[in-house]
């Protein structure tokens, strides 16, 4: 466990594949501190999976019970928290997140994150003729709210999940109000 006590949540944001779960699983126990992700939270919520829910009820559904788990997980004790990969474009998401917590993008360039992807069924928004097109349109359309977040942190394809996760520790240790080292 590294030197230092979390004093706020950290949310990871970033695109679906920039490894905000694995990264976020590591920088966890590293820290010593709970690890929640959203879509998991919403999924036990609703006894449904995100892809069911999509199917179902429509994004517009998900993005509202996606903003009232935020809020419950924010209210509680410091953690990692994992939020999906659309939760950040919702300026209330990135208010709340703001006020009790600090959003640390996880940026991977096109590349990465399609090499991440490519092969997984779970992901809807990519269930398209081009799947490749479609996430690199919605990187291009997510950079600029993303690039809001408090910190940012460069995923590169030679780090390791624990590489990344020391990454995100030295980008907290430099803020005072988040981790307090000792």
Not at 87 to 114: C, M, P, T
Request: charged share 30%.
């Amino acid at each position: 466990m590294t030197e230092g006590r979390l004093q706020k949540t950290v949310a990871l944001v970033g695109m679906m594949g920039a490894g905000k779960t694995a990264v976020g699983n590591a920088l966890a126990r590293l820290l010593g501190v709970p690890f929640l992700d959203s879509d998991d939270e919403i999924e036990r919520a609703a006894n449904m999976t995100v892809t069911e829910i999509f199917a179902r009820d429509g994004e517009a559904f998900f993005r509202n019970r996606e903003t009232e788990v935020l809020k419950r997980l924010l209210a509680g004790p410091p953690c990692i928290l994992s939020t999906g990969g659309g939760a950040f474009l919702s300026a209330r998401n990135r208010d709340e997140i703001a006020q009790k917590g600090v959003a640390v993008w996880l940026k991977a360039d096109l590349d990465l994150l399609w090499s991440r992807v490519r092969h997984k069924t779970t992901r809807p928004l990519l269930r398209t003729p081009d799947p490749r097109g479609t996430l690199a349109r919605l990187l291009e359309d997510r950079e600029p709210l993303y690039a809001l977040a408090g910190l940012v942190v460069e995923a590169r394809p030679a780090y390791s999940v624990e590489d990344m996760a020391g990454k995100v520790i030295e980008a907290l240790a430099e803020r005072a109000d988040i981790l307090e080292t000792r």
